[in-house]
């Protein structure tokens, strides 16, 4: 009797579907950006760029602020007819959040805002009384945080989160007075 050296049939396919399932565990790892990756993304462009509009007020001796919303962020410098866009600073515009993430300011209860001149202006109401008086739709809010051309910066920190993730996802990005900027964790 002879006997013929090879798989069978059963064996092929047991073999062809375990390299597909194998295949499919890593595609669905690899194809999409979980939502913490979303968040360290965000927060390191965030870092990025706060860092070059800091480097840019020093260089040009020039206050600057960020102004942030819960869908955006944006930095505004101080010039000759008060606080202005950057249009030709690209890195300044405005900056959308994608969808699923927020954005939250904190600047109560760090270290020195008891001694901070700003934190005891009611600078909201005042951007409000200012919005209803202005005709001019382009002129920016008053910044949250200040950029000083002395490389002093307004203690903060933002909030990064996934907006419906439970438990919340969130990385935190800030400063006490300067760059760089650094990371905090929940408890802080």
């Known amino acids: 009797m002879l006997r013929r050296a090879g798989f069978t049939l059963l064996e092929v396919m047991l073999v ?32 990025q760029v706060f860092q070059f509009i800091a480097d840019t ?7 600057w ?30 900056y959308q959040l994608p969808e699923q993430l927020s954005l939250l300011l904190e600047l109560e209860g760090l270290p020195g805002a008891e001694f901070n001149l700003l934190g005891q202006v009611s600078w909201q109401q005042e951007a409000q009384a200012e919005a209803t008086d202005a005709p001019a739709a382009n002129k920016p809010p008053l910044p949250q945080v200040f950029i000083l051309s002395s ?6 920190r ?12 969130q990385v935190r990005v800030g ?5 760089p900027l650094s990371r905090f964790s929940g408890a802080e």
């Open 16 to 47: 062809l579907l375990l390299i597909g399932i194998l295949a499919s565990a890593v595609v669905f790892t690899f194809s999409g950006d979980s939502t913490e990756q979303r968040l360290e993304r965000e927060a390191t462009r965030f870092s």
């Open 57 to 63: 007020a020093l260089l040009r001796q020039q206050e």
């Open 65 to 94: 602020g960020l102004v942030v919303s819960q869908q955006q962020y944006a930095f505004v410098y101080y010039g000759p007819d008060g606080w202005q866009w950057a249009p030709e600073v690209a890195a300044a515009k405005t």
């Open 151 to 156: 490389g002093e910066i307004t203690p903060f």
């Open 158 to 169: 933002l909030v990064l989160q996934a907006a419906e993730q439970r438990p919340p996802v």
């Open 175 to 179: 400063t006490d007075f300067s760059v």
